[in-house]
């Protein structure tokens, strides 16, 4: 049984920074690779930027020069720095991972940005 639970969202004004964190547990042999997705209710889901386990990334052009994501291997977490957050960016924040052809998500964090 694989969970991924994260953390981090919350409310911050416009310009401002935030961390989002994503945690896998269970039965995990290889996640390749990590990422994250946004949702805003009524809209679909938007990809947002992903992470290989060998680092390699990408974005979405929407966040590029933005937002930097990274993980931590040892921990089976993976992290998305927010930075310059703009009302467009709110959203509820679902982490995924891909765990042999498989994949996983978390439960969603909350990114609120006031103007």
């Known amino acids: 049984q694989v969970r991924l639970v994260e953390s981090g969202g919350g409310l911050v004004q416009g310009g401002g920074s935030l961390r989002v964190s994503c945690a896998a547990s269970?039965?995990?042999?290889?996640?390749?690779?990590m990422g994250w997705y946004r949702q805003v209710p009524g809209k679909q889901r938007e990809w947002v930027a992903a992470?290989?386990?060998?680092?390699?990334?990408s974005y979405a052009d929407s966040v590029k020069g933005r937002f930097t994501i990274s993980r931590d291997n040892a921990k089976n977490t993976v992290y998305l720095q927010m930075n310059s957050l703009k009302p467009d960016d709110i959203a509820v924040y679902y982490c995924?991972?891909?765990?042999?052809?498989?994949?996983?998500w978390g439960q969603g964090t909350q990114v609120t940005v006031s103007s």
């Open positions: 269970g039965t995990i042999f290889s996640i390749n690779p």
């Open positions: 995924y991972a891909n765990i042999r052809g498989i994949i996983y």
């Open positions: 992470v290989s386990s060998g680092g390699s990334t």
